[in-house]
């Protein structure tokens, strides 16, 4: 299998969510978390770049981390590490520190990998920090099992099935001269209630859950995500 989240593939499919969408959301973020001018953020799990880009263009002072081969596109002032989030340590502490789009349960095997992750999110946050984790509604998955698109002249077929604890995906993709490409994503199956029980006994403080990019209050038979607002109290 070939990675799946540093190819431009994953890019053609997944066009939609765009700069636009992430500044968007950052800005409804953080109107609601208050941080001042300049505070340090930590992009954890970037991808392509697209958040770490909208914190700093919201005058945030940014870091990001992944762990694919492919640097992100990312402004002047932006710090890039390449880098595993489960062995990687900052060089300072965080304001906020944000997990976007599903990165926090991706690819995780078990339920104390998520715990381990959770605690070193929160010894990297400063006293006060904020931790912000945008999952997917699990109850609110993609449905259809197998799906086709066509997208600039390349086929996309993606599978869909679940096991007791992952939600899996398989993407077959077909250029025009034939040739295909396999890639897979695994998401660790987290509901309101998981994340708020690893949050809190990491010693966070939860503080609400969204249910979409527009800050509305999470429902678990209607929101498409599952976004959790927690922070680390003073001591």
């Known amino acids: 299998m ?3 989240f540093s190819s431009s593939f994953y890019k053609l499919l997944y066009a939609h969510r765009d700069d636009t969408e992430a500044e968007k959301f950052v800005d409804i973020l953080l109107k609601y978390l ?3 001018m300049g505070a340090s953020a930590l992009d954890a799990g970037c991808g392509e770049g697209r958040y770490a880009r909208a914190l700093a263009k919201a005058g945030l002072k940014v870091d990001a981390v992944d762990m694919a ?4 596109h990312l402004p002047a002032g932006v710090r890039f590490f390449q880098a595993d989030l489960r062995t ?3 060089d300072k502490r965080y304001d906020f520190i944000g997990s976007f789009f599903t990165t926090f349960g991706l690819g995780a095997q078990r ?6 992750l959770m605690h070193r999110f929160v010894r990297w946050l400063a006293p006060e920090g904020w931790l912000v984790i945008d999952y997917l509604n699990i109850y609110r998955r993609n449905p259809i099992t197998h799906e086709e698109r066509e997208v600039e ?3 996309f077929f993606i599978e869909r099935w679940q096991t007791i604890f992952h939600l899996h995906k398989r993407i077959t993709v077909t250029l025009p001269s ?3 490409k396999v890639y897979e994503e695994k998401v660790f199956k987290l509901t309101q209630g998981d994340l708020a029980q690893i949050a809190e006994r990491s010693g966070l403080i939860v503080e609400d859950f969204w249910g979409d990019y527009t800050g509305a209050p999470f429902q678990v038979e209607r929101s498409l995500r599952l976004i959790l607002l927690a922070r680390k109290p003073v001591s």
């Not at 081969?69 to 992100?72: C, G, Y």
């Not at 339920?111 to 381990?116: A, I, K, S, T």
């Open 2 to 4: 070939e990675e799946w």
């Open 34 to 36: 208050q941080l001042p």
């Open 69 to 72: 081969p492919v640097q992100p």
């Open 88 to 90: 990687w340590e900052p």
């Open 111 to 116: 339920w104390d990998e998520l715990v381990r």
């Open 153 to 155: 002249g390349i086929h």
């Open 178 to 180: 034939g040739e295909r």
